[in-house]
């Protein structure tokens, strides 16, 4: 692609973009400190509990999981060997598909997600909410929907906003 053919960006989509990247740089940084501080648990666990408790009997298939939190099957094989040696999270195979394994939350685990959601939940409302207006909340609700949207494998992102 020629210089000629770049699509720079103009003075007001430059004035937006460098906020957003430092906020997507800055914000996981400020969720670990509170969550390992507060809770023993980083944000990517934290996520990992907090979406295996929204699953239909706090289950999910680990393939699911992984693209669930944009990772890689791997990276949470890990993380969830990692809360099962904790006593959080259960590993079984798939009754359906033999091929594939699921985690379900445990009763221990759902109590930690339950204590650790109240210091969570006041963070993110410290560091974004209580700084926007309704009005903002909504357009930021509208914003970031079209944008996972957009970015998500297929979607990824769409069942944790909608």
Known sequence: MSDSEVRWLN???AAAWVPLVT??????SALDTQLLRDAGISHYEYGVLSA?????????????????ANSTLSRLSKVVNRLSTQGWVERHPDPEDG??????????GWEKVVAAAPGH???VRELIFDQLTPTEVDQ??????????TIGTDGACADRIG
């Open 99 to 108: 091929r594939s394994t699921l985690a379900t939350l445990t009763e221990a």
């Open 121 to 123: 939940v006041e963070r």
């Open 23 to 28: 906020t997507m740089m800055w914000l996981p």
């Open 140 to 149: 930021l609700g509208a914003i970031v929907t079209k944008l996972s949207a």
């Open 52 to 68: 295996l408790s929204m699953g239909e009997g706090r289950t999910r298939r680990l393939s699911e999981l992984a693209r669930f």
């Open 11 to 13: 003075e007001a989509e």
